[in-house]
């Protein structure tokens, strides 16, 4: 059973930055596709970010372009979010998720999630 655990979300002004890291556990982890995702209270979940899984190639909503990077680390099991820029909008709960095979901006198509963890951008 794949596991996955989320951290490093926090309070932050507004134009600061914050790393979100997504600890896998239970699985070969380059066997899987990672994504990250978010949502804000009221919405529903949105795509953020997905890294293929040698890492080589990646995706991002257009409305993190250019401000997020995601990355991932094989040998620790390991995805992480760099976010730069912040702004209030990105307030929301970020989730990560995994599926075997291809990476996908559809929610539906991954497997498995993590619990969350809380963004807070302040203006």
């Given at each position: 059973?794949?596991?996955?655990?989320?951290?490093?979300?926090?309070?932050?002004?507004?134009?600061?930055?914050?790393?979100l890291?997504?600890?896998?556990?239970?699985?070969?982890?380059?066997?899987?596709?990672?994504?990250?995702?978010?949502?804000?209270?009221?919405?529903?979940r949105?795509?953020?970010?997905?890294?293929?899984?040698?890492?080589?190639?990646?995706?991002?909503?257009?409305?993190?372009?250019?401000?997020?990077?995601?990355?991932?680390?094989n040998?620790?099991?390991?995805?992480?979010?760099?976010?730069?820029?912040?702004?209030?909008?990105?307030?929301?709960?970020?989730?990560?998720?995994?599926?075997?095979?291809?990476?996908t901006?559809?929610?539906?198509?991954?497997?498995?999630?993590?619990?969350?963890?809380?963004?807070?951008?302040?203006?």
């Amino acid at each position: 059973q794949v596991q996955l655990a989320e951290s490093g979300g926090g309070l932050v002004q507004a134009g600061g930055s914050l790393r979100l890291s997504c600890a896998a556990s239970g699985c070969t982890f380059s066997n899987y596709a990672m994504g990250w995702f978010r949502q804000a209270p009221g919405k529903e979940r949105e795509f953020v970010a997905a890294i293929s899984w040698s890492g080589g190639s990646t995706y991002y909503a257009d409305s993190v372009k250019g401000r997020f990077t995601i990355s991932r680390d094989n040998a620790k099991n390991t995805v992480y979010l760099q976010m730069n820029s912040l702004k209030p909008e990105d307030t929301a709960v970020y989730y990560c998720a995994a599926r075997w095979g291809s990476y996908t901006s559809r929610s539906n198509n991954y497997d498995y999630w993590g619990q969350g963890t809380q963004v807070t951008v302040s203006s």
